[in-house]
């Protein structure tokens, strides 16, 4: 299984390059993208042909998060006669968000196929998504991938027989703004990407987000195998909140930034 960081930003940032959120992963024939950012669409389309994407699941419906779908479906509708298709996976009323935004009550569905995200799981080719309920917006997810019940190969396997209850898989905790919501997700020996936004903390009281001794913490507990830090708010400095993990974890810890690479699997 493979990472690729599209995008890396949060909300607004003055880092050059510091663009939405979104996570590229691909397993075999399979790859989904974990949120679609402002301003990530074009580095999407330089690492993969985006009709390609057999998902794109959303964590919540903050612009940093999903707002390049806009893009996408332009993409879609208009680079491909007919128009081709991308299935969508995300909170409820993120198609109405879309259309309202162009005022086009079928903006969303000339090209994509949305449906609403619940806790649960999901397959999708050769992964399997687990979706937890997170604490930021109303509506907010957190996400396992790991290879699933299909293999690269197209051969149904058992799951015992790919060791999916041990991993490693990715959990990527889109915006969260309490910790322990993502320890259900997190198996030993998983990857862990995780929103950073406060640096080294700590977080402004009411703010529904993390810092680094609070993940950390969570990776310890929970055997995380390394710890990919992302979603880091301007101001803060990257070394200070590397080093804030690193008092709580030991394992590997970087802050991701567009174009990096991980295999994970
Ligand atoms: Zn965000
Ligand atoms: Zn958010």
Redesign the pocket.
């Known amino acids: 299984m493979h990472l690729d960081i599209i995008g890396a930003g949060p909300a607004y940032s003055d880092r050059e390059g510091a663009t939405g959120a979104a996570y590229l992963v691909r397993f075999g024939e399979t790859a989904v993208c974990l949120d679609l950012g402002h301003g990530a669409f074009a580095r999407l389309a330089r690492t993969i042909e985006p009709s390609r994407l057999a998902a794109v699941l959303v964590s ?1 419906l ?1 612009p ?2 999903f707002i390049d779908l806009v893009a996408l479906r332009h993409y879609l509708r208009w680079e491909f006669k007919p128009s081709r298709r991308v299935r969508v996976i995300g909170p409820r009323s993120l198609d109405a968000r879309l259309d309202a935004l162009h005022a086009d009550p079928g903006f969303s569905a000339h090209a994509l196929d949305v449906e609403a995200l619940a806790a649960g799981t999901i397959a999708i080719g050769t992964l399997r998504v687990e979706t937890a309920r997170i604490r ?2 109303a509506d907010s997810y957190g996400f396992r991938v790991a290879p699933g019940a299909k293999g690269a190969e197209g051969a149904d396997v058992r799951d015992h027989d790919r060791g999916i209850a041990a991993g490693p898989g990715l959990v990527y905790s889109g ?1 969260c703004g309490r910790a322990e919501d993502l320890d259900p997700l997190i198996r030993p020996g998983d990857t862990l990407l995780s929103e950073v936004s406060f640096g080294p903390g700590p977080v402004v009281p009411g703010a529904e987000h993390l810092d680094g001794p609070t993940v950390g913490r969570l990776a310890a507990r929970t055997g995380a195998a390394r710890v990919l830090l992302t979603h880091l708010q301007m101001g803060y400095d990257a070394h200070a909140t590397i080093d804030s993990v690193r008092t709580h974890f030991d394992g590997p810890v970087q802050l991701v930034t567009p174009g990096d690479a991980f295999a994970i699997a």
């Open positions: 919540h903050h940093d998060h930021h917006t915006d």
